[in-house]
């Protein structure tokens, strides 16, 4: 399995050929988001749903083999695009490793320059609220 | 190519006046129509804000020398400007705020606090912006006073028979915007002072949408307050207005306290200024209250009926072009309205509307636009709003339209 660090490495690699068309972007974005899993009804509840993103993002999390599983989900298309990046670099990690690791993606593909602040704020959000899941399970992972 | 429209503007002329708008955003010309949140700035508005740092920045009202000489005198020359734009009776009935929100919160804080008791009841409308809701659910919460709302039909219009079965001699104020900022829709204002009148109640007007776009007479409208933000009439941000007549200002208490509001101060107690003093502690926003002026003036010499014809021109065919959309739904269709097309596309949530748009670079603005109680009248979470301005044309709305015909072929499920 990749790490942490390599699948953000090949996310840098698949955006930089989109040449910082902000169009291609959000084409592509919005196509990561329709492989994501539709979150089923149960899972879409008010304490699943990440504080601080603008659009509505619901997020569970559970270990498995020792590593965390995340589901996530958004209501709106480019968010749901958004937050799969973020399942892909973490999902099946060790809670440590999620723990531990640093985030860096997210510069190198200008995700300023495409989703401004306001979604960049809650992107963050997404990641606190990540790494705050990986905290919980990680007492778990080590028995 | 003529750019002259029907209303005789030359359209090409003022967009020249607007250095913001000859730029490109995400490789594609800037088509700005998020001029309801807040209008682009003409350059005589720039010039006098610089032209005040550079020349004759001095604080105010209390100097003896040139330069504050020269400060206080543009400051009150944009009071005497104000009082022509909103034709109040005097310039003293003008109160330079921070904005619209500023302007109700004053009221609230300042009359509400004296005049509402226990019991008394406020009368809003479901089109409210929250700067509407708020500052009187803490002042009847404060007070034990009860908020009533009129409500509004499928077009987004007041159902005015509610209205008046809301009235009575309990109703110590009505306060409802002109024009809604989230549907366009003009309020009949004349009519609802007039029954509010009838009962005794005051009116204060939220004028923040109306003041770019409609002909604001106080003494006709006979209104009891007006609250406007100049940043949405080409003027600045962090400053705006409350008209309020003489005789309900000269009753109510300041709202803060510090320097300029003071006649005398002393330990043992102390005497307010006049009006519109009493109002405006410590130092105001100096730059940008003269530079509201040119504003003002900048709308009144392209005037204010030729504005309001090209933006009707610009919201009739955005109407009727907009829905060419497969699956687009119009939200706020009233029969009076400012040029505010709020839209929803079946199948694609608003704010991927936005993003897309803005790649396309067209800029509207989405969400429920500070007025959720609406939405939730409406069932819905928010809108798409596209909002034009004087500098906008028919063109530039082909080139939104295409756009979304485009993201409906793309993205739509």
Same mark, same amino acid.
């Given at each position: 399995?990749?790490?942490?660090?390599?699948?953000?490495?090949? =996310?840098?690699?698949?955006?930089?050929?989109?040449?910082?068309?902000?169009?291609?972007? =959000?084409?592509?974005?919005?196509?990561?988001? %329709?492989?994501? #899993?539709?979150?089923?009804?149960?899972?879409?509840? %008010?304490?699943?749903?990440?504080?601080?993103?603008? @659009?509505?993002?619901?997020?569970?999390?559970?270990?498995?083999?020792?590593?965390?599983?995340?589901?996530?989900?958004?209501?709106?298309? =480019?968010?749901?695009?958004?937050?799969?990046?973020?399942?892909?670099?973490?999902?099946?990690?060790? #809670?440590?490793?999620?723990?531990?690791?640093?985030?860096?993606? #997210?510069?190198? =593909?200008?995700?300023?320059?495409?989703?401004?602040?306001?979604?960049?704020?809650?992107?963050?959000?997404?990641?606190?609220?990540?790494?705050?899941?990986?905290?919980?399970? @990680?007492?778990?992972?080590?028995? | 190519?003529?750019?002259?429209?029907?209303?005789? &503007?030359?359209?090409?002329?003022?967009?020249?006046?607007?250095?913001?708008?000859?730029?490109?955003?995400?490789?594609?010309?800037?088509?700005?129509?998020?001029?309801?949140?807040?209008?682009?700035?003409?350059?005589?508005?720039?010039?006098?804000?610089?032209?005040?740092?550079?020349? /004759?920045?001095?604080?105010?009202?209390?100097? *003896?020398?040139?330069?504050?000489?020269?400060?206080?005198?543009?400051?009150? +020359?944009?009071?005497?400007?104000?009082?022509?734009?909103?034709?109040?009776?005097?310039?003293?009935?003008?109160?330079?705020?921070?904005?619209?929100?500023?302007?109700?919160? $004053?009221?609230?804080?300042?009359?509400?606090?004296?005049?509402?008791?226990?019991?008394?009841?406020?009368?809003?409308?479901?089109?409210?912006?929250?700067?509407?809701?708020?500052?009187?659910?803490?002042?009847?919460?404060?007070? !034990?006073?009860?908020?009533?709302?009129?409500?509004?039909? +499928?077009?987004?219009?007041?159902?005015?028979? +509610?209205?008046?079965?809301? &009235?009575?001699?309990?109703?110590? $104020?009505?306060?409802?915007?002109?024009?809604?900022?989230? &549907?366009?829709?003009?309020?009949?204002?004349?009519?609802?002072?007039?029954?509010?009148?009838?009962?005794?109640?005051?009116?204060?007007?939220?004028?923040?949408?109306?003041?770019?776009?409609?002909?604001?007479?106080?003494?006709?409208?006979?209104?009891?307050?007006?609250?406007?933000?100049?940043?949405?009439? /080409?003027?600045?941000?962090?400053?705006?207005?409350?008209? !309020?007549?003489?005789?309900? $200002?000269?009753?109510?208490?300041?709202?803060?306290?510090?320097?300029?509001? *003071?006649?005398?101060?002393?330990?043992? !107690?102390?005497? /307010?200024?006049?009006?519109?003093?009493?109002?405006?502690? !410590?130092?105001?926003?100096?730059?940008?209250?003269?530079?509201?002026?040119?504003?003002?003036?900048? *709308?009144? +010499?392209?005037?204010?009926?030729?504005?309001?014809?090209?933006?009707?021109?610009?919201?009739?065919?955005?109407?009727?072009?907009?829905?060419?959309?497969?699956?687009?739904?119009?939200?706020?269709?009233?029969?009076?309205?400012?040029?505010?097309?709020?839209?929803?596309?079946?199948?694609?949530?608003?704010?991927? &509307?936005?993003?897309?748009?803005?790649?396309?670079?067209?800029?509207?603005?989405?969400?429920?636009?500070?007025?959720?109680?609406?939405?939730?009248?409406?069932?819905?979470?928010?809108?798409?709003?596209?909002?034009?301005?004087?500098?906008?044309?028919?063109?530039?709305?082909?080139?939104?339209?295409?756009? $979304?015909?485009? *993201?409906?072929?793309?993205?739509?499920?």
């Amino acid at each position: 399995m990749s790490t942490i660090k390599e699948i953000q490495e090949e =996310i840098i690699e698949d955006f930089s050929m989109l040449d910082g068309d902000m169009e291609m972007t =959000i084409n592509y974005l919005m196509e990561l988001g %329709e492989t994501l #899993p539709e979150l089923p009804e149960d899972k879409r509840t %008010e304490e699943n749903i990440v504080k601080g993103c603008q @659009s509505k993002v619901w997020l569970t999390a559970a270990l498995e083999n020792n590593g965390v599983k995340f589901e996530a989900d958004s209501n709106t298309a =480019i968010t749901k695009g958004l937050v799969s990046l973020l399942v892909r670099v973490f999902s099946n990690q060790a #809670p440590k490793d999620i723990l531990d690791e640093e985030i860096f993606f #997210p510069q190198q =593909i200008g995700m300023n320059r495409f989703i401004g602040t306001q979604r960049s704020n809650g992107f963050a959000a997404m990641i606190k609220q990540m790494k705050l899941y990986a905290l919980a399970l @990680s007492a778990q992972a080590v028995k | 190519m003529s750019t002259i429209v029907s209303s005789g &503007l030359d359209i090409q002329k003022i967009r020249d006046m607007f250095p913001v708008l000859h730029q490109e955003v995400n490789g594609k010309p800037l088509i700005y129509f998020d001029n309801a949140a807040t209008s682009q700035k003409p350059k005589s508005v720039i010039d006098a804000l610089t032209g005040y740092y550079e020349g /004759y920045n001095s604080n105010i009202h209390r100097g *003896i020398h040139t330069l504050a000489e020269k400060a206080t005198t543009a400051f009150e +020359e944009t009071r005497k400007r104000a009082q022509q734009f909103i034709n109040s009776r005097e310039a003293e009935e003008i109160i330079f705020t921070k904005g619209t929100t500023d302007s109700i919160n $004053l009221v609230a804080s300042t009359f509400g606090r004296k005049f509402i008791n226990e019991g008394d009841e406020i009368i809003i409308t479901t089109m409210e912006h929250h700067s509407n809701i708020v500052p009187w659910q803490l002042l009847c919460e404060e007070k !034990g006073a009860i908020l009533k709302v009129i409500p509004i039909n +499928e077009a987004g219009e007041i159902i005015f028979e +509610e209205y008046e079965k809301l &009235l009575s001699e309990k109703t110590k $104020l009505v306060s409802v915007v002109y024009a809604s900022n989230s &549907l366009g829709t003009v309020n009949p204002v004349e009519k609802i002072i007039a029954k509010a009148h009838e009962v005794g109640a005051k009116v204060l007007l939220d004028g923040a949408q109306a003041a770019a776009h409609i002909v604001l007479d106080v003494q006709k409208l006979n209104c009891d307050f007006l609250a406007l933000s100049a940043h949405k009439a /080409y003027g600045p941000t962090g400053t705006g207005i409350l008209y !309020g007549k003489r005789e309900i $200002l000269e009753k109510i208490p300041p709202y803060q306290g510090g320097g300029e509001m *003071i006649k005398d101060v002393s330990f043992n !107690g102390t005497t /307010y200024n006049d009006i519109p003093y009493k109002f405006e502690a !410590g130092t105001p926003n100096i730059a940008d209250v003269i530079a509201f002026k040119y504003a003002m003036d900048f *709308i009144d +010499e392209l005037g204010k009926t030729n504005i309001a014809q090209h933006e009707n021109d610009l919201l009739a065919y955005s109407t009727s072009q907009l829905q060419t959309v497969d699956g687009l739904k119009l939200v706020g269709t009233a029969q009076d309205k400012v040029s505010v097309s709020s839209f929803i596309v079946d199948g694609i949530h608003h704010f991927d &509307l936005g993003m897309l748009l803005d790649a396309k670079g067209v800029a509207v603005r989405t969400g429920h636009h500070c007025t959720q109680p609406l939405m939730d009248n409406f069932c819905i979470e928010g809108t798409a709003r596209a909002s034009f301005a004087v500098y906008n044309t028919k063109a530039e709305i082909d080139v939104m339209v295409e756009g $979304l015909h485009d *993201i409906v072929k793309k993205y739509r499920k």
